[in-house]
């Protein structure tokens, strides 16, 4: 076979070569467009992935319980912080029966004590007292006697013992006779001075003395203390 009968090889098409009759795309912009779709079908693979692994994630850390763990923890964090509230209320009524929050009235042996910044009749007194559901101071024994000396100071305090019914017999203010129990009266008190002396007070060192029940004193008023 001659050269001849070699067949000229056909002239590969020019990709490069755009003919817009050929196509409705040249080749030029069809590969273009190819890489194009490429480009943002990556993009797309990519979005899935990444919202499956959030997907993936949010699963895992549901099953670890790492977000309801978050919100127990959240409760009891609260739920402590009560308790410990509550433990240092229970430590103030301990140390203070009387109130952490009342600092007029005073705890001794059992009861709560109000020393009055006022002074008045003993009959307002007795009103006064009973206001804040309490009575005037009732002593009877020595170491209530102390506690109420200490802190009246040589002043003048009403207490809840009077002779108003009966000239001379002393009765407590709930009834009971002062006469048969503890007593602390100054001497040569009661004296009933100008016959109208009713109402007892404390006085210097705390000891007792019937006075006119329309003298303005300070007042003590005694209520027992909460239970804890
Ligand atoms: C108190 O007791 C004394 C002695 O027992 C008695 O004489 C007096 O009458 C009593 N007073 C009252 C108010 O009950
Ligand atoms: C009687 O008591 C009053 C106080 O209430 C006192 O001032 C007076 O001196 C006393 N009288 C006598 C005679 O002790
Ligand atoms: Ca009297
Ligand atoms: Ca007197």
Redesign the pocket.
Known sequence: MGPSCKAAPKPLPDLSICDPSQSLFCSKDRNFLRQKLRSSLTVYVLLALSYLLILILFAVSLSRGTVIGAFRRLCLTSLMRQEVGATQRDVGSVLFPCGPEAREWEYFSGKCYYFSLRETSWQRAKVLCEEVHSRLAIINSHAQQNFIMYRTRNQRFWIGLSDKNSEGEWKWIDGSNSTTGFTYWKE??P?N?GQN?DCAHVWTYGEW???DCTYKCYYICEKPAPRL
């Open positions: 040569g008190e004296n001075s002396e003395n019937d006075v």
